[in-house]
């Protein structure tokens, strides 16, 4: 069956490190990528997408790969800060007409 | 409105009761999804509406759990006979096309007692 495997439960950094945060795939060939930040008893907010045949997406201080051979994508926020603290999940989707598959999810803890 | 809206934002009710969670999406959104979430866990796909017609039902766990989109706006999640395991936040997602990013609601925490 399908599965998504996100690196950590918990990811614990120092503001001003880059956080990386991995997201791993089996059994699924998605179209494209989405990173979603949550945080408590919030919904998801979406961050960034990236579509198989892309290799690198940028926003501001976020950064995503997809490579689609390693069935992984990686997420990283730089110079991070304790407002970056948060629960961030990845999905995967397929072509339009289907919905998004999400992972556990990495919660991640910058402290000052 | 300038969001997703779910309603209301917390349940509470008894085991063997029905529910009805409903969600309103951002106006002219025409595919809409409903997910579930257990503490812990990401969100569980329910079912996908693209306009009044569900697109893809197959994550409904059983016959217990019925949703509708009658007017291509407004989705109810309905859920009957409750039990203790279907406590969870529910959560309702909408967006322009199924290919683009959803926008959440903050869901609606059910707890069946």
């Known amino acids: 069956s399908q599965k998504i495997e996100q690196n950590s439960e918990a990811l614990n950094i120092q503001e001003g490190k880059t956080a990386t945060l991995t997201c791993n795939y089996t059994n699924y060939s998605p179209a494209y990528l989405q990173w979603y930040r949550q945080d408590p008893g919030r919904g998801p907010v979406f961050l960034l997408l990236?579509?198989?045949?892309?290799k690198e997406k940028r926003k501001e201080r976020l950064k995503v790969t997809f490579d689609t051979t390693l069935k992984q994508s990686l997420f990283h926020i730089t110079a991070s800060q304790p407002a970056d603290s948060a629960t961030y999940l990845c999905a995967l989707g397929k072509q339009a007409g289907t919905a998004l598959i999400f992972g556990k999810g990495t919660t991640l803890s910058v402290s000052s | 409105g300038a969001g997703v809206s779910q309603t209301p934002s917390n349940k509470v009710t008894e085991k063997g009761k029905y529910v009805e969670l409903r969600c309103d999406p951002i106006?002219?959104?025409?595919?809409l999804y409903w997910y579930r979430q257990s503490l812990g866990q990401g969100p569980e796909f329910l079912i996908y509406f693209q306009g009044t017609g569900a697109a893809d039902d197959s994550g409904l766990p059983n016959d217990r759990f019925f949703a509708v989109r009658p007017e291509g706006s407004v989705s109810t999640l309905k859920i009957q006979r409750t039990e203790r395991g279907d406590s969870a936040v529910y959560l309702c997602a909408s967006s322009l096309r199924s290919d683009q990013p959803l926008h959440f609601g903050n869901g609606t925490r059910l707890t069946v007692t």
């Open positions: 990236i579509r198989e045949n892309e």
């Open positions: 106006s002219g959104h025409t595919a």
